[in-house]
Nanobody, 114 residues
């Protein structure tokens, strides 16, 4: 059974930083491309950043230069370092594998105040 557990969210002022973590089941994680997604109230769930099993990263334009995705295949953990946070980054953040079937955790809330 695949399990994903996100953590690290919170309330931060604009310009601040947070580091999200996603702990994953062992054998599932190391062989899969992973991603961070976010869902703001009343909106759909959108990809924020992805990383291949080998470490190649992709970012949506709105977070380039501010967010950094990384992974530790020994600790089976995915990370998202978020700097220069803005109110528009406020959302529930989820980690997931890229290819279907996708598995989801419970998410971690990020709230950025202006």
């Amino acid at each position: 059974q695949v399990q994903l557990v996100e953590s690290g969210g919170g309330l931060v002022q604009a310009g601040g930083s947070l580091r999200l973590s996603c702990a994953a089941s062992g054998s599932f994680f190391s062989h899969n491309a992973m991603g961070w997604y976010r869902q703001a109230p009343g909106k759909g769930r959108d990809v924020v950043a992805t990383i291949s099993s080998g470490g190649s990263a992709y970012y949506v334009e709105s977070v380039k230069g501010r967010f950094t995705i990384s992974r530790d295949n020994v600790k089976n953990t995915l990370y998202l370092q978020m700097n220069s946070l803005q109110p528009e980054d406020t959302a529930m953040y989820y980690c997931s594998n890229i290819l279907p079937p996708q598995y989801w955790g419970q998410g971690t809330q990020v709230t950025v105040s202006s």
